[in-house]
């Protein structure tokens, strides 16, 4: 089983859609949930972070996380053209151990938002 | 403009040069982190410094020699690399290794081997 798993791709939304973008993780113990956007030929940019149970918004972003279940998941509303990236969901371990400062990224979900 | 900026921004070397790519942060982050990403994959993890020391070497081969010489800086010196080391490197930072914030990344290099 891999550490971290998002749903396959490629994503495809219209543009003014909710994209929905999940991620599952195997450590019970993981503390720090993020998602990272990735243009083409570009480098990972953070867009969100969570750390407790719960949603977050900001902007048209949505991240929610699901602790007992080992899920989250990030909402994109209103999508645009603009948007359309791949998506890198990130989690950090259980503190201590021989993982101390490690990330570990998810395969990757391609979004395309097309008008 | 991303605040941890990595030089060159490009790089084609053949296989028998030595090279260095360069990262420089001015957040104060304690941690810098190299990363080797290959098209349509994730972040692949090589390196963790956290304070300037190696904390977290993850089987990279020895013709990848990292370098920290202070908080700011991290150096990543190459040396008879092979074609399948070609790939988009990218250099990272966060105020701590192990803490809750995330990392935050340069624009990389992207590096050719001939």
């Known amino acids: 089983q891999k550490e971290v798993e998002q749903n396959s791709g490629p994503l495809s939304v219209p543009e003014g859609a909710i994209a929905s973008l999940n991620c599952t993780y195997s450590?019970?113990?993981?503390?720090?949930f993020f998602w990272y956007r990735q243009y083409s030929g570009k480098s990972p940019e953070l867009i969100m972070s969570?750390?407790?149970?719960g949603d977050k918004e900001d902007g048209r972003f949505t991240a929610q996380l699901n602790k007992a279940s080992q899920y989250v998941s990030l909402l994109i509303r209103d999508s645009q053209p603009s948007d359309s990236a791949t998506y890198l969901c990130?989690?950090?371990?259980?503190?201590?151990?021989?993982?101390?400062?490690?990330?570990?990224f998810g395969q990757g979900t391609i979004l395309t938002v097309h008008p | 403009d991303t605040e941890v900026t990595q030089t060159p921004k490009h790089l084609v070397m053949g296989m028998t040069n030595k090279k260095s790519l360069k990262c420089e942060q001015h957040?104060?982050?304690?941690?810098m982190y190299w990363y080797k990403q290959k098209a349509k994959k994730p972040p692949e993890l090589m390196f963790v410094?956290?304070?300037?020391?190696?904390?977290i070497n993850e089987s990279v081969p020895s013709r990848f020699s990292p370098e920290c010489p202070n908080s700011s800086l991290l150096n990543l010196h190459l040396h008879a690399l092979q074609p399948e080391d070609s790939a988009l490197y990218l250099c990272?930072?966060?105020?701590?290794?192990?803490?809750?914030?995330?990392?935050?990344f340069g624009d990389g290099t992207r590096l050719s081997i001939l």
């Open positions: 990272a930072s966060s105020p701590l290794a192990g803490s809750n914030q995330p990392q935050h």
């Open positions: 450590d019970r113990g993981s503390q720090s």
């Open positions: 969570i750390y407790s149970n």
């Open positions: 990130a989690v950090t371990p259980h503190a201590g151990g021989t993982s101390y400062g490690k990330l570990t």
């Open positions: 957040m104060g982050h304690r941690a």
């Open positions: 410094y956290s304070y300037e020391k190696l904390s």
